[in-house]
């Protein structure tokens, strides 16, 4: 069978083609290569830190690769409605952080063997308020320029006020007991009742009864000036409270606490 001729002209560029691409290929490597040199130049000129680039990705990438959904519900049901008859004069605020503590101990065997001990511990912000009823008894007397006020009692505005986002908890249970969540779960039930006993107890009313003292006599400087038609006659105001000692005498009272002078205001 005869062969058929190839042309010349076909045997030399297919070579010539091959050769083409490999130039390209090499040329934009080496373009390449050339542009992320400058571009890490620029980078490291600037000061850019890899590291801190690097551990901030992988810090952020759970987030990017999910999706929060948060969804905040209210539901609310009146329960009850008490009117104070615009009796209430509040007089204080306080602030503290109040720190709870139940412990259960277990012994058996008349107290032969000891169990171990459950600690709970519940610590937050609270904010007590005091007020004082103003259809409670008020004597007020006048001697020499000084207005001597007994006011009625201080009492605690119930319940207190918990700060909730404050609340820090934790409990630990003894070394053969397993109740550390129930301990903790009936102080937490029991929290507010405790905190209603302290608001009145003897060492919380005196710790604001001088701020109290202050805010009766603002009440009753503004009652005398505005309200009765004083002539200005009265000079200060000396507030006692029944509850304290010198309420027998209050005259000597006077003269050792604290007097709020009486500045009229300008008239409106």
């Not at 009864?209 to 000079?235: H, M, P, Y």
Request: charged share 25%; glycine share 6%; net charge negative.
């Amino acid at each position: 069978m005869p062969e058929t001729p190839v042309p010349a002209s076909a045997a030399v560029e297919s070579p010539r083609h091959g050769g083409g691409c490999w130039k390209w290929g090499c040329l934009s490597l080496i373009v390449f290569i050339l542009a992320g040199g400058v571009l890490a130049w620029r980078l490291v000129d600037r000061g850019f830190d890899f590291a801190s680039y690097g551990l901030h990705w992988l810090a952020e990438l759970p987030g990017r690769l999910s999706h929060t959904h948060i969804t905040e519900t209210f539901r609310q049901e009146v329960t009850r409605v008490v009117s104070t008859d615009g009796d209430v004069l509040e007089l204080a605020t306080m602030e503290t952080s109040e720190v709870v503590t139940k412990a259960d101990s277990l012994t058996v065997f008349n107290d032969l063997v000891y169990l171990g001990t459950t600690e709970s511990e519940i610590r937050v912000p609270v904010v007590y308020r005091f007020h004082l009823k103003l259809s409670d008894d008020w004597r007020l007397s006048v001697k020499d320029g000084r207005c001597i006020v007994i006011a009625p009692a201080i009492r605690p505005s119930l319940p207190p006020a918990i700060r909730t986002d404050g609340m820090e908890k934790k409990t630990e249970a003894g070394w053969l007991r397993f109740n550390a969540n129930e301990n903790l779960d009936k102080l937490e039930k029991d929290l507010t009742p405790m905190l209603e006993k302290r608001a009145g107890s003897h060492t919380q009313i005196p710790a604001v009864r001088d701020n109290c003292r202050s805010s009766v006599a603002k009440f009753v400087r503004t009652w005398l000036l505005r309200e009765s038609g004083s002539d200005g006659s009265i000079k200060d105001i000396v507030v006692i409270f029944p509850d304290e000692p010198e309420v027998k005498e209050a005259e000597a009272a006077a003269a050792k606490l604290p007097a709020h002078p009486v500045i009229e205001s300008p008239a409106h």
